[in-house]
């Protein structure tokens, strides 16, 4: 569904992307790991059309993102960035509201009322109960559950998480992967997602690739990525690999910085 080719990304003289190939098939979940800096994030946004790369081309589906208006691309793919800038005073339903925006355009958005899909999203996500409330009033977990619900009212097929679980407890990182984790059940998305904890890439993706200086070092299924090399290359730690009893995904401890 997307294909990324030879992508190559530069800040300035910096070489954030270098000739990065990934294909992510329609209904997987793939998370990006690495270390800060090696381009997990900036790779996220080409794929989402909102950062043009230097060199290589993406596809969605036959369709070179170049060719798609933002408009095109939002009606397919929804992204939902690290952070977002508060808004004073708005309410969780007139956040949610503002994803329909790619479907019903800037004089749509006048219209009063929600239609389907921001009632849909506010459900699935279990946000309804505060939907009028003021979303600078709300926790940090319950912000994330309504930007997912911002996400979803785009009723893409595609969703992009950057860091989704950043800023939030043990408790609220596992309600939001859990969630994800049943939406994309439900209603067949295609995940992508930059994940810092590596237990969690293995245990809710299909798929990881991991990400060092800028290219792809590894790309597999999600049950056989994480060992002591991958540690130890991309990471720069030596640790301890082994499988959950429970998840029977893998599980990782730290010992030393190499």
Known sequence: MITASEVTVRFGQRTVLSTVDIKIDEGQWVALVGRNGCGKSTLLRVIG???????????????????????????????????????????????????????????????????????????????????????????????????LALALAQDAPVLLLDEPTTYLDVRHQLEVLELIARLRSERGLTVVSVLHDLQQAARYADRIVALHKGTVHTDTNAAEAVDTALLADVFGVRGRVWNDDITGRPACTYDAVL
């Not at 060719?67 to 939002?74: G, K, M, T």
């Not at 992204?79 to 007139?94: D, F, I, K, N, S």
């Not at 899909?117 to 994330?144: F, I, M, N, P």
């Open 49 to 147: 059309g909102l950062h043009k790369p230097d060199s290589g081309a993406v596809l969605l589906g036959e369709r070179n993102l170049e060719s798609l208006s933002r408009r095109q691309i939002a009606r397919q793919v929804a992204t939902l960035p690290q952070a977002m800038p508060a808004v004073p005073g708005m309410t969780v339903r007139q956040l949610v509201r503002q994803g329909r925006y790619a479907v019903r355009g800037p004089l749509g958005m006048l219209r009063t009322g929600d239609d389907d899909q921001v009632r849909t999203a506010l459900a699935a996500t279990g946000v309804e109960t505060y939907a009028d409330t003021a979303v600078d009033h709300l926790s940090g977990g319950e912000r994330q559950r309504v930007r």
